[in-house]
């Protein structure tokens, strides 16, 4: 079955830009669904929109010194507290935590408590490829999903202090939060950009179940 776009959306959305994600493979499958992000750096903006993504690719220490840098620390904080709908993938789930190891010790964004530590299952690092995601609890983001498989890469995941915000689990050798949510933040270990049908129903669920007025 084809995922049908989003008819008539005409919210607001920010691929917040750090300078470390591909952005231009996750504008690709918002553009299919209808949707015509803003990549953008500039504070003014990204607080101005309705809906936010937050990816990621590469180092944890790095990425969180040009969040920094580029004054968007507080900026994605506020997103949180202001319950705007926040997506965090990969790198971007990571950085939601409130510290990683990878590297050295670095602090994170805090917005879901918790720590990013590597993988430490006998199997390959980075785990790359196709994975189950096993529900832990109802989200509004995995609703009509007929398929869990999503794709992964990754050599770090994210341990969150409190088991409830854990919404699916992945087995790699070890099992693992594959995605969390608290209030309208949820974040994926897996790419929706690369996961076919379900990562795009995915992201169509978060555009069209989430609301920056109601908690889910």
Same mark, same amino acid.
């Given at each position: 079955?084809?995922?049908?776009?989003i008819?008539?959306?005409?919210?607001k959305?920010?691929?917040?830009d750090?300078?470390?994600?591909?952005?231009?493979?996750?504008?690709?499958? @918002?553009?299919?669904l209808?949707?015509?992000?803003i990549?953008?750096?500039?504070?003014?903006?990204?607080?101005?929109?309705? /809906?936010?993504?937050?990816?990621?690719?590469g180092? +944890?220490?790095?990425?969180?010194?040009n969040?920094h840098s580029?004054?968007?620390?507080?900026v994605?904080?506020?997103l949180?507290?202001?319950?705007?709908? @926040?997506?965090?993938?990969?790198?971007?789930m990571?950085l939601?935590?409130? /510290?990683s190891t990878?590297n050295? +010790?670095?602090?994170? @964004?805090c917005?879901?408590p918790?720590?990013?530590?590597?993988?430490?299952?006998?199997?390959?690092?980075?785990h790359?490829?196709w994975?189950?995601?096993?529900?832990?609890r109802?989200?509004?983001?995995f609703?009509g999903?007929?398929?869990?498989?999503?794709y992964?890469?990754?050599?770090y995941?994210f341990?969150p202090?409190?088991?409830?915000s854990?919404v699916?689990?992945?087995?790699?050798?070890?099992?693992?939060?594959?995605?969390?949510q608290l +209030?309208?933040?949820?974040g994926?270990?897996?790419?929706?950009?690369?996961?076919?049908?379900?990562?795009?129903q +995915?992201l169509?669920?978060?555009f069209?179940?989430f609301?920056?007025?109601?908690?889910?």
């Open positions: 079955m084809i995922i049908q776009p008819s008539n959306f005409t919210y959305v920010a691929l917040i750090y300078g470390m994600s591909n952005l231009a493979s996750i504008q690709n499958s @918002l553009i299919y209808g949707i015509n992000p990549i953008s750096s500039d504070p003014t903006i990204i607080l101005s929109a309705e /809906f936010a993504i937050l990816p990621g690719v180092a +944890f220490g790095e990425a969180i010194r969040i580029n004054g968007l620390f507080n994605i904080k506020e949180h507290y202001r319950r705007t709908p @926040l997506l965090g993938i990969c790198l971007g990571q939601l935590a409130s /510290f990878e050295g +010790f670095h602090e994170g @964004l917005i879901i918790g720590a990013v530590d590597k993988l430490t299952a006998e199997m390959p690092v980075p790359v490829g994975n189950t995601a096993v529900s832990c109802q989200s509004q983001a609703m999903i007929s398929t869990t498989d999503f992964f890469i990754h050599s995941h341990k202090d409190d088991p409830d854990i699916t689990k992945t087995d790699y050798g070890e099992t693992f939060a594959s995605s969390v +209030f309208n933040t949820i994926v270990q897996f790419h929706p950009e690369k996961s076919h049908r379900a990562g795009l +995915f169509k669920n978060f069209v179940n609301s920056c007025k109601k908690n889910v």
